[in-house]
């Protein structure tokens, strides 16, 4: 009986450790800009297109169908965003008074500022 306690309190242990190095480095892949409200953006993607409503970055793990990958979403949350309405590709996330418009194409995402 202490054998099976000891493993399950073993299993449970590793796994919640395992969530948490998961959730430090999904965090940790984001960086936070200043000229989109502090909105998370992959450390990897690579800034295309700057404009005054917003930025256009390419990001291989962007997806039109599957919109933004669990560690990406996770990273936004932890960061005070919410999601809200979506439509297609765009999704919008507010934190605060400020609006977020992410739009999410094939290797390509476009952040933009809603007014």
């Known amino acids: ?64 169908e599957d919109g933004i990958p669990y560690g990406y979403a996770m990273a936004l949350k932890a960061n005070g965003w919410k999601k809200g309405k979506s439509e297609g590709a765009s999704v919008l996330y507010m934190k605060g008074n400020n609006t977020i418009d992410l739009i999410t194409t094939t290797k390509q995402l476009e952040i933009l500022r809603v007014k």
């Open 1 to 64: 009986m202490k054998k099976k306690i000891s493993c399950a309190l073993t299993l449970a242990a590793f796994l919640i450790g395992g969530a948490i190095i998961y959730y430090s480095i999904s965090i940790s892949l984001y960086t936070a800009t200043e000229d989109l409200n502090e909105f998370p953006v992959p450390k990897n993607a690579e800034l295309v297109q700057l404009n005054e409503q917003g930025n256009r970055y390419e990001w291989s793990r962007a997806s039109e």
